[in-house]
């Protein structure tokens, strides 16, 4: 079992920067890919990028690629999403969410509660 917890939102101008964390629980964080997710005003959940399980290797949409980048500290059990040139459409909620592991396709089984991100214009 993963427990999973975001911090780091909050109210940033427009072409500031957030770091989001994710702080998570269990033995197992070190095997489990990591992904972030979020929820706009309106909007369904989008995938904004994961990260594998040694930090390797990141992968972002094309709808962040150049703005958002993950990143990972297995010795602290956190995984981060570093946000720049934010934009008042970023504005939502955040999730970190944690695969099953051994699942291909990625199975996001274990989430955050969220962290709230307003970009003001």
């Known amino acids: 079992q993963v427990q999973l917890v975001e911090s780091g939102g909050g109210l940033v101008q427009a072409g500031g920067s957030l770091r989001l964390s994710c702080a998570a629980s269990?033995?197992?964080?070190?095997?489990?890919?990591m992904a972030w997710f979020r929820r706009r005003p309106g909007k369904e959940r989008e995938f904004v990028g994961r990260?594998?399980?040694?930090?390797?290797?990141?992968y972002v949409p094309d709808s962040v690629l150049g703005r958002f980048t993950i990143s990972r500290d297995n010795a602290k059990n956190t995984v981060y999403l570093q946000m720049s040139s934010l934009k008042p459409e970023d504005t939502g909620v955040y999730y970190c969410?944690?695969?099953?592991?051994?699942?291909?396709?990625?199975?996001?089984?274990?989430w955050g509660q969220g962290t709230q991100v307003t970009v003001s214009s």
């Open positions: 990260i594998n399980q040694s930090g390797s290797s990141i």
């Open positions: 269990g033995r197992t964080f070190s095997r489990n890919v």
């Open positions: 969410a944690a695969a099953r592991i051994g699942v291909v396709p990625f199975s996001w089984d274990y």
